[in-house]
């Protein structure tokens, strides 16, 4: 019997859909768009777009895999090791990845050819950069139509750019709860006190917002989308990628983005911690394919891993963390970080349900390091041992953790503006709740420390 199921985040186009066959990843192409892929393809524009590293590249498997009646085709699309979202990524995540989508359209006209849409969803993060991963969203380029798109990129990508820039780099979050990208009426109005005289933003954002309040009054579909004729989306294009290039966001005055820098760790200590972490994960069999590192920081302990070969998703709260960890090492095409509030993780979302997966279901993770994370669980949002050794169990099977006792100047720092109400935060304590879960391999004390350091196994349920 065969084990096919079309994927949730997949089903508004006809043009076709992603689904899973046998464990495979594979797309399938409908009639409607048969024409539109055979010109991707022969005018050049596939190529040019995966040799340049911009669009997922895949090959094309035999019709007998198809989902349905309505397939002319079926393409294997390269793996990509971990699906993310845009309110998972840092600022600069964000900037590039609407580089890219403004890059991609560029070069299609080129070739005769046009995106038909402009999500943030359409963009992953591949080998250390955006990649565009819609095969089917591109079509023929019609010189008399405005760019359908325009509206949509700029819900997307520019208006929570700028809420992030000019606002604060939380809003970023909008964009889970507006999954077709944030109304342009409420980003005008949130940053109008900021950036009402920037040309750019003035023209894409509040001048835009205010033409769908007067075309939505008037009880008509009329929209600015940047005129017509391949001179004037050019424009629009050139004009957009200098508002989008000219939007910055310095990382700093967030709580842990400097953590590293102001730790008790001296040195010694923290090469003696490396040592210990490269040891734990060199100590997983088999060697595994993706780790996670759950309250990474500035990926300190994520290179580690990446070092070691191992593709790494470095998580983290602080959107400064995050995004120095990425200006960083974006050489390191293991590493991905992203933002992720472990007492608040991303949910499934969208249409039943199905349309974006919660972290958990995006896992499990073959190995995790949760190191100086704990502490922050149980002291600073209360979260029992118990329920932290049960979510982890639920999202990985190896565990590389780090217990932090009080005595700790890091938790002394949790415990300075707040009574002490945690007696149960032991290390005896600590263990009896993770024995239920996990199977103790390896502890070791790290040198120069309080701390102690565990490689635990999930027990079989």
């Not at 991609?104 to 080998?127: R, T």
């Not at 205010?210 to 424009?235: P, S, V, W, Y």
Request: hydrophobic share 40%; net charge negative; proline share 5%.
């Amino acid at each position: 019997m065969s084990a096919d199921l079309q994927l949730g985040a997949s089903f508004r186009d006809p043009s076709g859909f992603v689904f899973r066959k046998n464990g495979v990843l594979l797309r399938q192409v409908n009639r409607p768009y048969l024409e539109s892929l055979k010109r991707l393809t022969d005018s050049g524009l596939y190529g040019e777009l995966t040799e340049a590293g911009l669009l997922i590249p895949h090959t094309e498997v035999g019709i007998e895999n198809a989902f349905s009646d309505e397939a002319v085709a079926v393409l294997k699309p390269e793996r990509i090791s971990t699906i993310s979202y845009p309110y998972e990524w840092c600022f600069s995540q964000l900037k590039d990845a609407a580089l890219t989508t403004l890059r991609i359209q560029s070069i299609a006209m080129k070739h005769g050819m046009s995106l038909k849409d402009a999500s943030a969803y359409n963009i992953q993060f591949h080998h250390g950069g955006p990649v565009f991963i819609d095969t089917l969203s591109f079509e023929p380029y019609d010189e008399s139509s405005p760019w359908k798109p325009y509206r949509q990129f700029c819900q997307h990508f520019l208006a929570p750019l700028v809420l992030m820039s000019f606002v604060d780099i939380r809003l970023s979050r909008l964009a889970a709860s507006y999954i077709d990208g944030i109304p342009l009426d409420l980003a005008s109005s949130l940053s109008s006190s900021h950036t009402r005289f920037k040309p750019g933003i003035g023209m894409h954002l509040h001048l835009h917002a205010r033409m769908q309040a007067k075309n939505a009054d008037a009880g008509t579909k009329k929209e600015t989308r940047g005129g017509f004729g391949k001179n004037a989306l050019l424009g629009l294009i050139d004009s957009l990628q200098s508002t989008i290039e000219g939007l910055k966001w310095k990382p700093e005055g967030t709580e842990w983005a400097d953590y590293y820098s102001d730790t008790n760790y001296s040195d010694a200590a923290m090469i003696a911690k490396h040592k210990l972490v490269a040891e734990y994960l060199g100590a997983v069999s088999p060697a595994p394919n993706i780790v996670w590192d759950l309250g990474a920081n500035n990926g300190e302990f994520s290179a580690v891993s990446t070092s070691m070969g191992f593709q790494t998703v470095a998580w983290d709260i602080d959107p400064a963390a995050v995004e120095k960890n990425y200006l960083q090492r974006r050489a390191d095409k293991l590493m991905l970080p992203l933002v992720q509030d472990l007492t608040n993780p991303s949910p499934s979302i969208g249409w039943a349900l199905r349309e974006r997966d919660s972290l958990i279901e995006r896992g499990p993770a073959n190995a995790m390091l949760v190191l100086a994370l704990i502490h922050h669980l149980a002291i600073g949002n209360n979260v029992p041992l118990l329920e932290i050794a049960s979510f982890l169990a639920r999202a990985g099977e190896w565990l590389v953790i780090e217990f932090v006792p009080k005595d700790d100047s890091q938790v002394q720092r949790l415990l300075a503006s707040r009574e002490d109400v945690f007696p149960d935060y032991t290390q005896e304590q600590f263990e009896a709740s993770f024995q239920g879960r996990f199977t103790v391999i390896k502890k070791d004390s790290v040198p120069g420390t309080v701390r102690t350091l565990y490689l635990m196994k999930r027990r079989a349920s």
